[in-house]
């Protein structure tokens, strides 16, 4: 039997609401139930973790989220050093999974604890909480970072210093609407520009160089 396409961490919005809702439609308050049975539906919505069918490309480096991109640009990064950030916004339509963009070892996971701005402004990945992991892939390091928006107020990192993920491999989420950025070494190959739709551990946004 396979597992069910539903991140671990959302079950208790899932399960619970639709408890309540049971109980109050049972009990004849069917109109007190159905706001519960309606959060538990979006809460299902919300935290589906689809299987993927991931590529397998030599050098590439793969989408961490689902999402729009909001920015190409080059960054200077602690672990990377001269960087290009891919930054990726998460609608809560979004699959909030996020994937690992190459396969690697984890050398380095860290939260920063911050404010909840909206997370498509350019300046929240400064400002918000957020949880930075680095990957030492066998050619490149890589960068990524989980960070909180308006609505997302929890970011879950599965993940800690000496794991090694394989590309694609999920590694964490963040809950109700969010960002993720991608730091690659700058001369990366980069295939997607702003306004671009991405699906996590499917998409190659760069090549290495």
């Known amino acids: 039997m396979g597992r069910l396409p539903v991140a671990r961490e959302g079950w ?16 004849g308050r069917r109109g007190l139930a159905a706001p519960f049975a309606a959060a538990s539906l979006a809460s299902l919505g919300f935290f589906r973790d689809p299987e993927r069918e991931v590529p397998t490309v030599a050098g590439g480096v793969l989408a961490p989220a689902d999402g729009r991109v909001i920015a190409v640009e080059e960054a200077e990064d602690p672990f990377v050093g001269p960087a290009v950030r891919v930054a990726i916004f998460l609608s809560p339509l979004d699959v909030h999974v996020n994937r690992a963009p190459i396969g690697g070892l984890v050398v380095g996971a860290s939260w920063a604890p911050g404010r909840f701005v909206a997370a498509y402004r350019r300046d929240s990945s400064e400002l918000n909480e957020r949880c930075t992991l680095h990957l030492q892939g066998e050619s490149a390091r890589v960068t990524v970072v989980q960070i909180a928006g308006v609505l997302a107020r929890r970011i879950v990192c599965r993940v800690g210093p000496g794991d090694k993920l ?15 950025d991608c730091l690659m070494p700058r001369g990366t190959r980069v295939s997607v520009r702003p306004g671009d739709r991405l699906t996590g551990g499917v998409t190659v946004i760069g090549m290495l160089p």
């Open 12 to 27: 208790p919005f899932i399960v619970i609401p639709a408890v309540l809702a049971a109980g109050l439609a049972l009990s």
């Open 166 to 180: 394989a590309a694609g491999e999920r590694f964490g989420l963040i809950r109700f609407g969010s960002r993720t």
